[in-house]
C-alpha cells in the first residue's frame, strides 16, 4: 500500500500516459482501419492490393519488431520525432490491420439487398459505402471491436519499455528507489485491469445500445 | 467479389473509370515508394559499410542463434500451452462449482493481463531466468486464450450428440473424450493455429528482458559502431524472416480451415462449422 500512497504521482503520470496512449493510437488505428477496409472491397484492383498488403504484412509482423522499426529505425532514416509520436505511428499502424480486418467481416454481414437498394436508388459507391454498408458494419463488429481495443491498451506496455512514459514503465523508476517490487507489481496490474474493464465496459453498453435487429 | 453488396459487375463506362482509378492509385503508390527508396539512399543505408556485417560468419552464426532461441522458445510454449489451455478448458467445463469458479479466474486474469507485464513480473519479482520467464508468460497468456477456444469448440457441438452419447450409456468423461473433444478439436484447428502464430509472434518480447533471441541478436549488430549502425539494413534482413515466418503458419491456418470446410462430415454439421467461422476472426490482436 505503502508504494502506492508515497508514489501516487509516478503511477498517476504512467496510467494517463497509458490512457493517452491508448486514446491516441486507437484513433489513428480506426482512420487507417476504416481507409484500409475501404480499400479492400473496392472494385480498384491496385488499391485492393494495397490494402490486402498492408493488412497481411502487419498482422504477420512482431509488435515488439515494429517498435524496433519506429522507434529505433526511423530516427537513421532522418524521421526524428518524440517518442511519444513513434509509438502511437507503431501501435496506430499494427491495430490498424485488426480494425481492417473487423470491419471487413462487419461488411460482409450486411445483406446484398441493402447494397441493391442503394444502388437502385442511384447511389454511388462512396454513397453505398457510406450511408448504407459501412454504418450498418460499425454496428455489427462493435464486440469484436472493443477486444481490438482492450489488444490495443494491453500493448501499450511495449511502448514502456521503449521509454515511454507508460504504466509498465513505473516499475523500473520505483524499482530504484528500493520499493517492493511485488506491491509496485500489484498496482501495476491494478491500473491495467481498470483501463480494461472500462474499455470493456463501454463497449458492452454499445453493443447494447447499437445492436442492429435484423 | 461478384457477390458483394458494394458494386455491381461494372459496364464499359464504369470499367474505365475503374481503371483511371487504378492508374491514378498505382501511380501514387509508386510515388511514394520512389521516395522511400530515394530516402534511402539519400540517408546512406545502402553504403558498404551498413551492410558489411551481414558477409561475417561470425555475426551470421549470431543471427542464427538468435533465430534458433525464437524458436526454441515458440516449441516450448506450444508444447505447454495446450496442455494448459487443455486442462483450463475442461476446468470451466466442469460440473464442479470450486473447478470452475478457479479455473475462471484463473483464465480471466491472465487474459486480461498485458503480457509484458507478466513477463517483467516472472522475471522482475520472481528472478527467473529470461528464456523461462518468456515461456512463462506465453503459455499463461496464450494457455488461457487457448483455454477459451477449446471451450468454445466443446460447446458448439451440437447438444444432441451430448445426449445421444449420454443415452447410449457413456460417463461423463467418455462423452468427453470419445464424442466432444474430438469433434471440437477439428472445428477449432484452424483458430488453434492462429493463436500459435500469436505465440511465434510474442517470443520476440524476449528481446525486452534481454532473452537473446532473433531481435536481440539484430539489436547487438544495429548497435555496432564499426557497421556505422545500420539499424535500417538490420530490419531489413530480420523483418522478412519474421514476417514469413508468421505467414507460414497462417497458410497453414487458412489450408487446414479450407480442408475441413470442404470435407462433406462437417458440411453435415452446420453448427460446427458456424462455430469456426466466429472464432475465425483474430481472437486477440495482442
Given at each position: ?14 496510467f ?14 480506426l ?24 493488412v ?8 515488439t ?22 509509438a502511437?505511428i ?20 450486411v445483406?446484398?439487398?441493402?447494397g ?46 521503449f ?13 530504484e ?18 483501463i480494461?474493464?472500462a ?16 | ?38 530516402k ?15 558477409e ?16 526454441k ?29 478457479f ?11 498485458p ?5 517483467f ?5 520472481m ?8 515461456v512463462?508468460?506465453?503459455t ?11 471451450r ?19 460417463r ?14 477439428r472445428?477449432?484447428l ?8 500469436v505465440?511465434?509472434?510474442d517470443?520476440?518480447?524476449g ?24 539499424f535500417i ?19 497453414l ?12 462430415k ?8 458456424k ?12
Amino acid at each position: 500500500m505503502k508504494v502506492l500512497t508515497d508514489n501516487f504521482s509516478t503511477f498517476w503520470d504512467g496510467f494517463l500516459g497509458t490512457l493517452e496512449l491508448t486514446a491516441v493510437s486507437a484513433v489513428l488505428a480506426l482512420l487507417l482501419g476504416v481507409l484500409m477496409a475501404g480499400f479492400r472491397v473496392s472494385p480498384v484492383k491496385p488499391l485492393r492490393t494495397v490494402g490486402t498488403a498492408w493488412v497481411t504484412v502487419l498482422r504477420n509482423t512482431p509488435l515488439t519488431l515494429l517498435f524496433f522499426a519506429v522507434l529505433l529505425g526511423l530516427p537513421r532514416f532522418g524521421i526524428s520525432l518524440p517518442f511519444f509520436t513513434f509509438a502511437v505511428i507503431a501501435l496506430g499502424c499494427y491495430t490498424s490491420a485488426f480494425v481492417c480486418e473487423v470491419l471487413r467481416s462487419g461488411i460482409n454481414t450486411v445483406p446484398v439487398g441493402q447494397g441493391e437498394a442503394a444502388r437502385s436508388l442511384g447511389m454511388t459507391f462512396g454513397q453505398t459505402l457510406n450511408l448504407v454498408v459501412l454504418p450498418q458494419a460499425f454496428r455489427s463488429v462493435v464486440a469484436p471491436m472493443g477486444s481490438v481495443m482492450i489488444a490495443l491498451a494491453k500493448n501499450t506496455a511495449i511502448a514502456g519499455s521503449f521509454s515511454v512514459v507508460e504504466l509498465l514503465g513505473t516499475y523500473r523508476t520505483l524499482n530504484e528507489l528500493g520499493y517492493s517490487i511485488l506491491w509496485t507489481f500489484v498496482w501495476i496490474a491494478v491500473g491495467y485491469l481498470v483501463i480494461t474493464l472500462a474499455i470493456s465496459a463501454v463497449f458492452n453498453l454499445m453493443e447494447r445500445r447499437l445492436a442492429v435487429s435484423r | 467479389m461478384s457477390s458483394s453488396a458494394l458494386y455491381d459487375v461494372p459496364g464499359p463506362k464504369a470499367a474505365a473509370r475503374h481503371l483511371l482509378y487504378g492508374i491514378l492509385s498505382t501511380v501514387a503508390l509508386l510515388a511514394v515508394v520512389g521516395w522511400v527508396v530515394w530516402k534511402l539512399f539519400d540517408t546512406d543505408q545502402f553504403t558498404y559499410q551498413k551492410w558489411m556485417p551481414f558477409e561475417y560468419q561470425g555475426v551470421q552464426e549470431l543471427l542464427l542463434r538468435g533465430l534458433g532461441n525464437t524458436l526454441k522458445a515458440f516449441a516450448l510454449t506450444a508444447l505447454l500451452a495446450l496442455p494448459f489451455g487443455a486442462l483450463f478448458a475442461a476446468g470451466r467445463l466442469s460440473d464442479h462449482r470450486v473447478v470452475r469458479w478457479f479455473a475462471t479466474l484463473v483464465v480471466e486474469f491472465f487474459r486480461a493481463m498485458p503480457l509484458l507485464v507478466m513477463i517483467f513480473f516472472i522475471f522482475v519479482a520472481m528472478q527467473v531466468q529470461p528464456f523461462w520467464a518468456l515461456v512463462a508468460g506465453l503459455t499463461l497468456y496464450n494457455g488461457s486464450v487457448l483455454a477459451e477456444v477449446f471451450r468454445a469448440g466443446v460447446l458448439a457441438v451440437p447438444k444432441g450428440q451430448r445426449e445421444a452419447a449420454f443415452a447410449l450409456g457413456l460417463r461423463k468423461t467418455q462423452v468427453m473424450a470419445y464424442v466432444l473433444v474430438p469433434q471440437a478439436n477439428r472445428a477449432m484447428l484452424p483458430s488453434i493455429i492462429s493463436q500459435l502464430v500469436v505465440a511465434l509472434k510474442d517470443t520476440s518480447l524476449g528481446f525486452l528482458i534481454t532473452y537473446e533471441e532473433f531481435l536481440h541478436a539484430g539489436k547487438l549488430i544495429a548497435t555496432n559502431l564499426d557497421y556505422d549502425l545500420p539499424f535500417i539494413p538490420v530490419v531489413m534482413v530480420i523483418a522478412p524472416v519474421y514476417i514469413g515466418m508468421c505467414l507460414l503458419l497462417s497458410w497453414l491456418a487458412r489450408w487446414v480451415e479450407q480442408r475441413g470446410r470442404r470435407s462433406p462430415k462437417v458440411k453435415g454439421g452446420a453448427p460446427i462449422a458456424k462455430a469456426g467461422v466466429s472464432m475465425g476472426l483474430p481472437p486477440e490482436a495482442q
